[in-house]
């Protein structure tokens, strides 16, 4: 039995984002369940999945049946279970600098948080940081500088390769990305990375298949398109030859159809359907059928 983790509103839940990363960019069995964050009962909705006295999402189930709350407990949780996964660097300066990092992650950066409410629909055009926020950013620079000198690998990632400290500063990438924030090099460089990983690509894609009574960090300012990697040309489709029988995700029988970069692809579901349309490049299984149809 895997762990389970409860997560919500993948468009908005930057804890949420924190702890799926830790177990998809791993490869460590996980079995997600979502929630509700905005329907007013978020902590009954838990204490019905046995989780009390967890009030918060995510919250992580173990295998033994022990309920977990807060990422960084969560964090030094999976890294003594999967000791073998290298969650945290090996090497023990570079442990040292990403746990600090993640710890003042986890923290700090309060006039960032409320300023820019972590969102994934669009850029917003016009932002006006405070100097409160203009301070939060100089100080993420001055922390991601200080980990280039501890750090034992090149790589674009804080400690050189991907590390939990990469969980933890991801929704930092994407509130610049969302507001077009005023960053160093050194930072623009880092989100832009960010988008483009498969695994935050994927999240959301599924972000995307998400609906909402209303957006609740909408902002009167002009909106623009996504910064992220161009997706490819999509859309679904009720009808159309699919070039396979089985979906790719599932291998259960087509019922839903979408048309992306040309071709007919069926899935079992309209969510397995819309998150590919979404971003089929993020889906390797979807790939490999066009990479096998051209």
């Not at 049946?65 to 030094?76: F, Y």
């Not at 902002?219 to 699919?242: F, I, K, N, Q, Y």
């Not at 259960?252 to 971003?279: F, Q």
Request: with cysteine; glycine share 8%.
């Amino acid at each position: 039995m895997p762990h389970e983790l409860f997560i919500a509103a993948r468009t908005y839940s930057s804890w949420s984002l924190r702890g799926w990363l830790m177990f998809e960019t791993f490869g460590l069995p996980v079995k997600s369940q979502m929630v509700d964050l905005y329907g007013g009962n978020l902590q009954a909705q838990l204490e019905g999945h046995g989780l009390a006295p967890a009030r918060l999402v995510p919250v992580l189930r173990t295998p033994e049946g022990h309920v977990l709350g807060e990422t960084l407990a969560m964090a030094e949780h999976l890294a003594e279970y999967f000791p073998e996964a290298g969650l945290w660097p090996a090497d023990p300066g570079a442990r040292i600098a990403a746990r600090w990092l993640v710890s003042e992650m986890h923290a700090g950066f309060t006039a960032l948080r409320g300023a820019c409410p972590m969102q994934l629909l669009c850029q917003y055009q016009g932002f006006e940081p405070s100097e409160a926020v203009l301070a939060d950013l100089a100080r993420l620079d001055q922390l991601f500088a200080y980990a280039e000198t501890q750090r034992s690998a090149e790589g674009p990632w804080i400690m050189g390769t991907w590390s939990l400290a990469d969980c933890f500063y991801a929704p930092v990438a994407a509130r610049i990305a969302g507001y077009g924030l005023p960053v160093s090099p050194r930072l623009a460089a880092y989100a832009q990375a960010m988008l483009a990983h498969p695994a935050f690509r994927r999240w959301r894609a599924l972000a995307l298949t998400e609906t909402f009574a209303h957006d609740p960090y909408a902002m009167d300012l002009p909106r623009g398109s996504w910064p992220g990697p161009t997706p490819l040309p999509a859309r679904a489709v009720s009808e159309g030859a699919s070039i396979n029988q089985t979906c790719p995700y599932s291998g259960k029988p087509v019922t839903d159809l979408a048309e992306i970069d040309g071709r007919i692809i069926g899935y079992c579901n309209p969510t397995c359907r819309d998150k590919s349309v979404n971003d089929a490049g993020a889906w390797p299984a979807t790939m490999a059928l066009l990479s096998a149809a051209h």
